[in-house]
T-cell receptor
Framework: EADIYQTPRYLVIGTGKKITLECSQTMGHDKMYWYQQDPGMELHLIHYSYGVNSTEKGDLSSESTVSRIRTEHFPLTLESARPSHTSQYLC?????????????FGPGTRLTVL | GDSVTQMEGPVTLSEEAFLTINCTYTATGYPSLFWYVQYPGEGLQLLLKATKADDKGSNKGFEATYRKETTSFHLEKGSVQVSDSAVYFCALSPNQAGTALIFGKGTTLSVSS
């Protein structure tokens, strides 16, 4: 069973609010990722981190920011939410064992911006 | 670069029908291959995997065989249930250790009773 957690699971907020989506994992993985999932269910990588104090932007441009101060924690922040940010956000981590990469996902945060 | 192509959905079936979701890949070297499933309102979870050519991954009645000659990893199930309704993602793992998997666009399966 995956040990990766996201909070909140659902969030409805007004335009202009600052929000932080939390993600944590207890597997000791260095590499963590944030995806935005579009209505057609395709996954788009928006941020990733290869370890503490390492963060990079992903393939899809996003107005969000991330930080990685501790190995287990990878929060995503929106400084000023807009309706276009309404989406499902998935956090993931990757470990390497038995000669292949294994990726684990959190349950997701469903964000609605009014 | 590496990529995964899977059949577009939605796929709509009646209960007990046979399911095939096609997946092909492009990769350098010998990637590991995966199918993930996402039930409504949840994150993705690993359904099955195959780490080398000719391996067959299986779980919950689903199967997929790693075919190097056709670069394919098609998902099959002999008799689907309503509870199988979900989104299915094919993915490959690049050879570089610790690298994120590369996912297909997902195929939505809807099973009716």
């Amino acid at each position: 069973e995956a040990d990766i957690y996201q909070t909140p699971r659902y969030l409805v907020i007004g335009t202009g609010k600052k929000i932080t989506l939390e993600c944590s994992q207890t597997m000791g993985h260095d590499k963590m990722y944030w995806y935005q999932q579009d209505p057609g269910m395709e996954l788009h990588l928006i941020h990733y981190s290869y370890g503490v104090n390492s963060t990079e932007k992903g393939d899809l441009s996003s107005e969000s920011t991330v930080s990685r101060i501790r190995t287990e924690h990878f929060p995503l922040t929106l400084e000023s939410a807009r309706p276009s940010h309404t989406s499902q956000y998935l956090c993931a981590s990757v470990g390497y064992s038995r000669s292949y990469n294994e990726q684990f996902f959190g349950p997701g945060t469903r964000l609605t911006v009014l | 670069g590496d990529s995964v192509t899977q059949m577009e959905g939605p796929v709509t079936l009646s209960e007990e029908a046979f399911l095939t979701i096609n997946c092909t890949y492009t990769a350098t070297g010998y990637p590991s291959l995966f199918w993930y499933v996402q039930y409504p309102g949840e994150g993705l979870q690993l359904l099955l995997k195959a780490t080398k050519a000719d391996d067959k991954g299986s779980n919950k009645g689903f199967e997929a065989t790693y075919r190097k000659e056709t670069t394919s990893f098609h998902l099959e199930k002999g008799s689907v249930q309503v509870s199988d309704s979900a989104v299915y993602f094919c993915a490959l793992s690049p050879n570089q250790a610790g690298t994120a998997l590369i996912f297909g666009k997902g195929t939505t399966l809807s099973v009716s009773s």
